[in-house]
Nanobody, 122 residues
Framework: QVQLVESGGGQVQTGGSLKLSCVVSGRTFSTYAMGWFRQAPEKEREFVAAISRSGDGTFYANAVKGRFTISRDNAKNTVNLQMNSLKPEDTAVYYC???????????????WGQGTQVTVSS
């Protein structure tokens, strides 16, 4: 059974930075591609970023490209999301997910964390 736990969320002003982390249980972390998704109130969950099993391939939504950086440390079973130049529209619950490949659609991910709240104020 795979469990994912996000941390690092909080409240920050526009232009600030936050670093989210997701720790994955088990010894098969390196076999998973990892993704970050977010869901704002009254909106559908949307893709944010993804990273391949080895970490050599990354993919970003246009809305965060150039501001967010996804990375992973397979030795620590951890995937991170460094968020810079935050905007109010980044406010959402952020979820990490594990899947077979770096898909942008949530349907391809088999395991999900419970989310961490990110709030960006003006």
């Amino acid at each position: 059974q795979v469990q994912l736990v996000e941390s690092g969320g909080g409240q920050v002003q526009t232009g600030g930075s936050l670093k989210l982390s997701c720790v994955v249980s088990g010894r098969t972390f390196s076999t998973y591609a990892m993704g970050w998704f977010r869901q704002a109130p009254e909106k559908e969950r949307e893709f944010v970023a993804a990273i391949s099993r080895s970490g050599d391939g990354t993919f970003y939504a246009n809305a965060v490209k150039g501001r967010f950086t996804i990375s992973r440390d397979n030795a620590k079973n951890t995937v991170n999301l460094q968020m810079n130049s935050l905007k109010p529209e980044d406010t959402a619950v952020y979820y990490c997910a594990a899947g077979p490949l770096v898909y942008s659609s949530e349907r391809y991910y088999h395991s999900w964390g419970q989310g961490t709240q990110v709030t960006v104020s003006s």
